[in-house]
């Protein structure tokens, strides 16, 4: 339940702004007035929205913002704007002051202030209590990465059944087997599952070696792809997150070991992962782990070679948020926290490995909330 012991006031669509949904848990396209004040919460949304607003928000006074609109007008405005159904709402609630988030646009803020009305941006989270999931939370995240998951394992099947042409090009149906042939075939089963995909990532070989690269063109055997799924669901607007690296026919030995460490590395992570340890100490331990087995970290050509991205990052309302592991988090874990656990070597002249769960820090450790096997060769 968002805070209540401050004014707080958001304007924004809950399509997009994670805070506004975490707010009122109901998607709208539009724009919509949230303020929180006095132990009360108030919603003004169009007569479009309204009836919908009474269904689907609960705790909540839902307004109307025709009635707003027409009361201004009858007051001699004669084109009343969103910043004077604002004004208008906390003059009746005898507020002057809010806090709003960094997001808030600057224009509005101007024009509230002309009306009377001073906002001011909260400095860090605005809905701190977002960081620590409540159980109904975590089973949305989970629901979204079963999704992740489907959409996966279909990739993984096609791949089983594609054939190897000259070349090395995958060929499936006889038709080359490209990234984004494939990606589309993990958005599809995504999209049946009442999931939405953005931006898939499906780099084979050295396009791997960038971690956010999306992939494009045919893909090869016996060579590295990584496959990165972060869906959100249609039904709550909660993300899943997984990444798994395959070899369609035989990984060269350079890409085993680079996998095993990977792996392991993972391992490390998930032992010490506790209520209480500091994130940057996690990280830490992957670092020196894998520069002890040799995979040092370092720029070639103008390239990042090694293990240069955080271990792990937040899941929930966004596909990243705090907390973040990485070497600049002194950050505590704590119950109730979801978070990746992504550990990842690149190296040009053998491509790119990542290995990523979803886990949930519990009072005595943590629950993988990840189920789909991690397997090098298919």
Do not use: W
């Amino acid at each position: 339940m968002p805070t209540k012991s401050k004014t707080l006031l958001i304007v924004a669509d809950s399509e997009r702004d994670p805070d506004m949904l975490y707010a009122v848990g109901m998607f709208a396209p539009d724009p919509f007035i949230y303020l929180c004040a006095k132990g009360r919460r108030y919603v003004a949304v169009t007569d479009l929205e309204y009836d919908r607003a009474r269904d689907q928000i609960r705790g909540c006074t839902i307004l109307r913002l025709s009635q707003y609109l027409e009361r201004l007008r009858q007051q001699g405005l004669k084109n009343p704007k969103l910043a004077h159904v604002i004004a208008q709402m906390m003059r009746e609630r005898g507020l002057r002051h809010a806090v709003v988030p960094g997001s808030f646009p600057c224009g509005l803020a101007a024009e509230l202030k002309q009306l009377g009305i001073t906002v001011r941006p909260k400095r860090g989270a605005f809905f701190p209590e977002r960081e620590l999931k409540s159980p109904d939370e975590v089973k949305k995240i989970t629901a979204a990465l079963v999704m992740a998951e489907v959409g996966l394992a279909e990739a993984i099947q096609v791949l089983k059944r594609a054939k190897v042409g000259r070349g090395k090009t995958l060929y499936y149906n006889a038709i080359p087997l490209t990234a984004e042939r494939l990606r589309g075939v993990i958005e599809s089963a995504i999209a049946q599952a009442n999931g939405q995909a953005c931006r898939t990532i499906v780099a084979c070989g050295k396009q791997a070696c960038n971690p956010h690269e999306p992939g494009h063109g045919v893909l090869r055997a016996n060579e590295p792809i990584i496959i990165d799924v972060f869906p959100r669901s249609q039904k709550t607007g909660y993300y899943g997150d997984i990444t798994r690296t395959v070899v369609k026919g035989h990984a060269p030995e350079s890409v085993r070991k680079l996998y095993d460490t990977v792996r392991r590395a993972q391992q490390i992570a998930f032992e010490k992962i506790r209520p209480g340890v500091r994130m940057c100490e996690v990280h830490r331990a992957v670092q020196e782990f894998f520069e002890q087995q040799g995979y040092k970290t370092h720029r070639r050509d103008g390239h990042m070679q090694g293990f240069f991205h955080g271990t792990g990052h937040g899941v929930g309302l966004e596909i990243h948020e705090p907390p973040r592991i990485n070497a600049y988090s002194a950050d505590r874990f704590k119950p109730g926290h979801v978070v990746t656990v992504e550990p990842g070597l690149y190296y040009l002249d053998i491509g790119g490995v990542r290995l990523e769960d979803v886990v949930l820090v519990t009072r005595n450790g943590l629950r993988n909330l990840t189920r789909f096997e991690k397997v090098l060769e298919i």
